[in-house]
């Protein structure tokens, strides 16, 4: 099993919708999640970053962590064309520090 | 905050030729960087860990001869691509670490992209 795994997707959601976007990683002893958004031909931008279980909401954005279930997701509301990209899940886990990113899932907002 | 830059943005060389990437923390000091590299349509695949004033530490199957990583200061990494062949064609982006509050985070710079003819 892979240590942080996304659904490739394409994921396809209209305009003004919400996207939800998941993540599932393998380890139980990690520290920190985050999201990045990396459009085509470009790096990776964080968005989200959020350490204990709950929601963060920054904006239209929200992310939900739950350790014990072992996933964090994203949350889009009101999706716009512009947040068509690929997104990166991250998880540190606390062995060796390391940040391990999933192969990200690929969201397209019609409009 | 929390800014990295790369530099240079694209490069295009001959076969044989050797390539040197830059990558800059601006506004925070990291002791800690990590060189990526992505193909078309390909998830990041991590090539090294640059540590401030020792070694890298490289991947399984990247070959530290052929890829030179220095991390000389606490704000600068360097990528050395020796003997550049056209199968190194990639998109290099590096990360920088940023320790804030006990907690880390990677920034990205914006990439460099190289072009091996």
């Known amino acids: 099993q892979k240590e942080v795994e996304q659904n490739s997707g394409p994921l396809s959601v209209p305009e003004g919708a919400i996207a939800s976007l998941n993540c599932t990683y393998s380890?139980?002893?990690?520290?920190?999640f985050f999201w990045y958004r990396q459009y085509s031909g470009k790096s990776p931008e964080l968005i989200m970053s959020i350490y204990s279980n709950g929601d963060k909401e920054d904006g239209r954005f929200t992310a939900q962590l739950n350790k014990a279930s072992q996933y964090v997701s994203l949350l889009i509301r009101d999706s716009q064309p512009s947040d068509s990209a690929t997104y990166l899940c991250a998880v540190t886990f606390n062995w060796g520090f390391k940040t391990i990113f999933g192969a990200g899932t690929r969201l397209f907002v019609k409009a | 905050g929390a800014v990295v830059s790369q530099h240079p943005s694209w490069v295009i060389c001959k076969s044989g030729t050797s390539v040197k990437i830059e990558c800059r923390s601006l506004d925070f000091q990291a002791t800690t960087m990590f060189w990526y590299r992505q193909f078309p349509k390909q998830s990041l695949m991590l090539m090294a860990t640059s540590n401030e004033g020792s070694k890298a530490t490289y991947e399984q199957g990247v070959e530290k001869d052929k890829f030179l990583i220095n991390h000389a200061s606490l704000t600068l990494s360097t990528l050395t691509v020796t003997s550049a062949h056209p199968e190194d064609s990639s998109f290099y982006i590096c990360?920088?670490?940023?320790?804030?509050?006990?907690?880390?985070?990677?920034?990205f710079g914006p990439g460099t992209r190289l072009t091996v003819l």
């Open positions: 990360s920088a670490n940023r320790r804030r509050e006990g907690t880390d985070t990677q920034y």
């Open positions: 380890d139980r002893v990690s520290q920190s």
